[in-house]
């Protein structure tokens, strides 16, 4: 039997535990290990607050969604329905901390979006994606690159909520937040998707070489022509990453009809 777990403890634990071996909370977590020791981080997730575990072995995010928050209103525009499902949505550890739950914003009819890893600091204080530094970054090159006004194209993360200390998002945390950004996509239906970083091209394409092997190609995700290109915030720590972002973002333009 585990003593007593602090909250601090029990996601230290946790996190060491993925090193070792990936894994996600669910039913199979729970059947493949000790049902003991199951049992009382089932039983500290609910004291804790950290996931949303419900009584009965049933760990999907939908799932935990839909038994905790109030009936989403279905006459709201289907983002909102979205935005709505993830404001209540504490699917995975990274819930607990957060400020605000950051889903993404922009034009609903985007033909361009941008998708980058998760919220930093700046952006779980505002509930806004890519405000910080990077953001500002991004918006420069939106607005003075691009020559179109940041509120017309899309921007979204890969998971909604700020990991701690600025961390990539764990494969788990990613994994079980993805579905919101799915659904985003599926709703906006842009042209072209701009992934910004590894932690996006991982986890939406499958794809983890290194950046500058992954941009020499494009690829689609369900019909859409995706590009990838380096973090803005990558960006902001070497300049030398200036031209190729440069470069990626005039394939996307001309695959537009921008240029
Ligand atoms: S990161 Fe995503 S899955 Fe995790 S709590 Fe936030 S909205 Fe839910």
Request: with cysteine.
């Amino acid at each position: 039997m585990i003593p007593s777990l602090s909250s601090e403890s029990l996601e230290a634990w946790l996190l060491w535990q993925n090193q070792l071996q990936f894994f996600t909370f669910d039913e199979n977590f729970v059947k493949e290990i000790n049902s003991d020791i199951a049992e009382e981080i089932a039983k500290s997730f609910r004291k804790t607050g950290f996931v949303s575990v419900p009584q009965t072995a049933s760990f999907s995010a939908s799932t935990i969604v839909k038994s905790t928050g109030e009936p989403i209103d279905e006459s709201l525009p289907p983002l909102e329905r979205v935005r709505a499902k993830a404001e209540r949505c504490s699917a995975c550890r990274l819930a607990a901390k957060r400020t605000k739950m950051v889903f993404g914003e922009g034009n609903p009819d985007a033909n361009i979006m941008f998708i980058g890893e998760g919220p930093g600091e700046d952006e779980d204080l505002s509930g806004r994606p890519f405000v910080g530094k990077a953001g500002q970054l991004l918006t420069k090159i939106i607005e003075n690159g691009m020559k179109i006004p940041r509120e017309q194209v899309y921007i979204a993360n890969i998971v909604k909520c700020r990991p701690p200390a600025n961390r990539d998002p764990m494969p788990d945390e990613a994994q079980c937040c993805i579905g919101f950004l799915k659904e985003q996509i599926s709703i906006v239906k842009p042209k072209a998707l701009i992934l910004l970083g590894k932690v996006a091209m991982k986890n939406l394409l499958g794809i983890e070489s290194s950046m500058s092997k992954a941009r020499e190609a494009t690829y689609e995700y369900d019909g859409i022509k995706v590009f990838v290109t380096y973090h803005p915030s990558a960006l902001l720590r070497n300049e030398a990453y200036k031209r190729p972002v440069w470069e990626d973002i005039k394939k996307a333009m001309k695959y537009l009809g921008m240029m």
